[in-house]
């Protein structure tokens, strides 16, 4: 199983920009596909983006689209999600995931394996 830590939150006015980092340890990184999921206060959490164990398919839930790119670093071993024109209600915690069985990046939480402790973002108006 892989050991996940992200970095990278903070607080950022409306129209701002963060870059997330989830740094990957304990297993071959580069054979799972990533995703980062978000939750807010009182939501469940949410699927935001995914990336293929290559990095070459990435998936964005709607709402994203055009705004937030997920890369990563498979040298490295660690996956960004880069957040640009951000909004009030990108506001929550931002959780990377690692999926060591799918066939291809899925969108569900049950999909993925292993989870970081979260990251907070918070956009003001």
């Known amino acids: 199983q892989v050991q996940l830590v992200e970095s990278g939150g903070g607080l950022v006015q409306a129209g701002g920009s963060l870059r997330l980092s989830c740094a990957a340890s304990?297993?071959?990184?580069?054979?799972?596909?990533m995703g980062w999921f978000r939750q807010a206060p009182g939501k469940e959490r949410e699927f935001v983006a995914a990336?293929?164990?290559?990095?070459?398919?990435?998936y964005y839930t709607d709402s994203v689209k055009g705004r937030f790119t997920i890369s990563r670093d498979n040298a490295k071993n660690t996956v960004y999600l880069q957040m640009n024109v951000l909004k009030p209600e990108d506001t929550a915690v931002y959780y990377c995931?690692?999926?060591?069985?799918?066939?291809?990046?899925?969108?569900?939480?049950?999909?993925?394996?292993?989870w970081g402790q979260g990251t907070q973002v918070t956009v003001s108006s």
């Open positions: 995931a690692a999926d060591q069985y799918g066939s291809s990046p899925g969108w569900l939480v049950y999909e993925y394996d292993s």
């Open positions: 304990g297993s071959t990184f580069s054979s799972y596909h």
């Open positions: 990336i293929s164990w290559s990095g070459g398919n990435t």
